[in-house]
């Protein structure tokens, strides 16, 4: 079977991850990386938990129309990964709504700032190591592959399939 055939028969979530991992072969980089994007996602979850609801709306509503856009995505490219981002998002989601409880939606907004920051200089850090940039340049869906790559090595280490 020649290389366009196998192709064929990949699922496009398998040709995501396969592009995602050639600009992740540095074993430094994937492991700044199996840190450095859940705490980007979450960083970016609290971020929309902070944006104001309005009267209407309770604190977290942009999080989670977010969460349920990302989650469709996951779902449609795999139901497994999709039930996995599901369990992710809730903890996540409790996560932020606790953080929240305690800290306020001021204190929770400068975690999520400082956490953004300081996730994306490792992710930097890392591709400067790796000596590719990130994939997210060349197209942004790759924001959405990363946390969902994790997950997959995770999936992989537990001998799940995907």
């Given amino acids: 079977m020649d290389a366009t055939q196998d192709d064929a028969q990949l699922r496009p979530i398998d040709r995501w991850f396969a592009s995602y991992s050639a600009d992740h072969r540095n074993d430094t980089n994937q492991w700044?990386?199996?840190?450095?994007?859940?705490?980007?996602?979450?960083?970016?979850?609290?971020?929309?938990?902070?944006?104001?609801?309005?009267t209407i709306f309770k604190p977290g509503i942009w999080a989670a129309l977010a969460m349920f856009a990302a989650w469709r995505f996951y779902q449609r490219a795999s139901p497994r990964l999709g039930f996995g981002m599901f369990a992710v998002?809730?903890?996540?989601?409790?996560?932020?709504?606790?953080?929240?409880?305690?800290?306020?939606?001021?204190?929770?907004?400068?975690?999520?700032?400082?956490?953004?920051?300081?996730?994306?200089?490792?992710?930097?850090?890392?591709?400067?190591?790796?000596?590719?940039?990130?994939?997210?340049l060349t197209d942004l869906t790759y924001l959405l592959?990363?946390?969902?790559?994790?997950?997959?090595?995770?999936?992989?280490?537990?001998?799940?399939?995907?």
């Fill in 89 to 136: 998002f809730l903890l996540l989601a409790a996560l932020t709504w606790a953080l929240h409880q305690a800290l306020g939606t001021r204190g929770l907004l400068t975690a999520a700032i400082a956490v953004f920051v300081v996730a994306w200089i490792a992710q930097f850090v890392g591709h400067k190591v790796e000596g590719q940039k990130p994939s997210f």
């Fill in 32 to 54: 700044i990386h199996v840190f450095a994007v859940p705490a980007i996602l979450w960083s970016v979850i609290a971020l929309l938990w902070c944006i104001p609801g309005g």
């Fill in 145 to 162: 592959i990363g946390p969902a790559w994790v997950l997959a090595k995770l999936y992989r280490r537990l001998s799940w399939r995907y």
